[in-house]
Every structure is written in structure tokens, then in C-alpha cells.
């Protein structure tokens, strides 16, 4: 078997530590790292929130910062499309999507592949929600 390709996909908007530690943890379990930064219009179809920071420069960011071999944006909230346009072997999420309809539904359609999805634990106290409600708590004081 060839080298092991890891997928990590997210938004990675307001960049944050949560981010930081995914990207870390899931370097350690594949030979190829990708990231799959979801494009504006998918963040607003699956999550109700247009994106603060722009696809182009989510994707630059992440790439800028050393830990993925690539990145990849997301122009459809299927995890088979992105499969089948990068290729990829293990798929990392957070363990929020452990145990729900949308973790389940990932676990089914990756099992269909061959690809193993690997859950991290989620950063509770910093996410893009809890930064994007201080930041609207702090412009309205």
C-alpha cells in the first residue's frame, strides 16, 4: 500500500488553537495531510453562517501554516465528492459529530470507501461560534 492520505475538512474561519490542534493531531496518523476548507456558499448551506474571513484566504492560511501537504476546497457538503476528487484514506473529525445522525451518516458513506474516519477530541471552550458571539458581544457594549 502506497502513502496514507488524511483528510481533515472544516471551515477553519477566525483561525483558531481548535484548528491548530485538529491539524496537529491528525498530521500523526497519515503519510499526506489535506485540508478541506468548505467554501462560503457550503458554510451557509450546512451551518446558516456566511463565513467572516474569505475562502481564498481560509485556504491560504491553513496552508501557511506548515502542518497539511494540500488543501482543497469544498465546493459541495459531500464528503464523496471531496473522496473522489482527492482520494483520500482516513477522514478526521471532531467528536461533537461522534454518535449523531450527520457523524453516522459520514461513518456509513466513508465505510462504503474504505476510508476510516478517526474522531479527535473537540476544542469545547474556543470555537469559530463561541469567537464570533464574543466579537458580537463586544461591538454591541
Known amino acids: 500500500m502506497g502513502p496514507v492520505i488524511g483528510y481533515v475538512p ?3 474561519d477566525l483561525f ?5 490542534n485538529a491539524l496537529r493531531q491528525a498530521r500523526q496518523w ?6 478541506g476548507v468548505v467554501a462560503d456558499e457550503v ?20 496552508e501557511a501554516i506548515g ?3 494540500a488543501v482543497y476546497a469544498e465546493a459541495t457538503p459531500s464528503k464523496v465528492d471531496s473522496w473522489r476528487d482527492v482520494g483520500f484514506h482516513r477522514i478526521f473529525k471532531g467528536d461533537d459529530w461522534r454518535d449523531t445522525a450527520k457523524g453516522r451518516r459520514l461513518e456509513e458513506d466513508m465505510a462504503r470507501l474504505g476510508v476510516e474516519v478517526t474522531y479527535f ?16 458581544h463586544r461591538g454591541a457594549s
Open 10 to 12: 472544516g471551515a477553519f
Open 16 to 20: 483558531h488553537v481548535g484548528h491548530l
Open 30 to 35: 497519515c503519510d499526506v495531510l489535506v485540508a
Open 43 to 62: 458554510c451557509v448551506e450546512t451551518k446558516g453562517v456566511l463565513p467572516t474571513v474569505p475562502l481564498a484566504e481560509r485556504l491560504e492560511i491553513v
Open 67 to 69: 502542518i497539511v501537504d
Open 121 to 136: 477530541p473537540y476544542t469545547l471552550q474556543t470555537s469559530s461560534t463561541a469567537l464570533r458571539k464574543a466579537l458580537a
